[in-house]
């Protein structure tokens, strides 16, 4: 068993002001996207650095408004309904990926319609550089010690902090999702889209590679408190909500190759 880096959630304070690893989580995952972006409009003359820094700004209050919008609606409706008020405090249960990424499509829409470009263009150019931030929010996760995992006897499991978490040995499940759903699907998708790949590949690839894994994650994740397991004692909601986009993921990636052979065929 590792013993849990019982790291402080606040980073550092400025009078009253606390600032914690969460907060600089998403800012260190905007600002990486936002450099990553910029080396991908270098090489496609169809993006500008201003349409770039547009295409940031969207898609933060996207994931923003969709990812605590999505904690809400999907994970805990009744209390909110009863505490209108928490809504608004991200501090209290935190967002939702599945909520966020939502926002990020309807930011997505808004942007490519605004610049005329198709809504495919604009997302296969966002899907490789979206686990990064992923990668950074599991981190925040871990040294908040929230989001644990089901309990486990394995070399590397760890007894969380929180005292819901009942002081037993559990499964470091955020460092899992940082790696799979973060890091190595980051992998992936930056070396499948450094060839010039059809038109909605690489953002099928991502839905079905974040599907996948977060799937897979979730067996050994423990659910959320006020979910629970919704069936049999291993359907969770992030599965729920994960088979869409894997299920969309390879639509996306059968019709980009069919319609890339129907092309090629034309030529």
């Known amino acids: 068993m590792l013993t849990y880096p019982n790291i402080d959630p606040i980073a550092f304070s400025l009078g009253p002001l606390h600032v914690r690893w969460y907060g600089i989580s998403y800012v260190v995952a905007i600002l990486t996207a936002w450099w ?24 933060t209050l996207g994931i923003l408004i969709g990812g605590r919008l999505g904690e809400v609606l999907f994970y805990n409706l009744p209390y909110y309904l009863d505490n209108p008020l928490e809504v608004f405090m991200i501090n209290k249960g935190g967002m939702s990926f599945h909520g966020g990424l939502l926002g990020v499509i309807a930011a997505m829409l808004f942007f490519a319609k605004k610049y005329g470009k198709l809504f495919f263009t604009v997302s296969d150019f966002v899907a490789p550089v979206a686990p990064l931030g992923l990668f950074f929010g ?10 644990w995992g089901t309990p ?15 002081g037993i040995p559990r499964h470091p499940s955020q ?7 973060g890091l190595l699907l980051f992998i992936i998708l930056w070396w499948f889209t450094s060839k010039p790949r ?15 894994f977060r799937g897979l994650i979730e067996f050994v994740r423990e659910p959320e408190p006020n979910n629970g397991y919704l069936a049999w004692d291993w359907l969770t909601m992030g599965q729920v909500l994960s088979l869409p986009m894997i ?21």
């Not at 059809?198 to 996948?212: D, I």
């Open 36 to 59: 990553l972006c910029s080396l991908r409009a270098r090489k496609s003359p169809s993006w500008s650095g201003d349409q770039v820094a547009d295409l940031v700004f969207y898609s």
């Open 175 to 181: 460092l899992y999702e940082a790696l799979l759903e």
């Open 247 to 267: 299920i969309l993921g390879v639509i996306l990636l059968v019709i980009a190759y069919v319609r890339g052979k129907v092309i090629q065929q034309m030529v």
């Open 152 to 166: 486990s006897m394995l070399p590397w499991a760890m007894v969380f902090p929180d005292p819901r978490a009942g």
């Open 198 to 212: 059809p038109l909605m590949a690489a953002s099928g690839l991502f839905l079905l590679g974040y599907g996948v």
């Open 138 to 147: 599991r981190i925040a996760n871990f040294i908040n010690g929230e989001l």
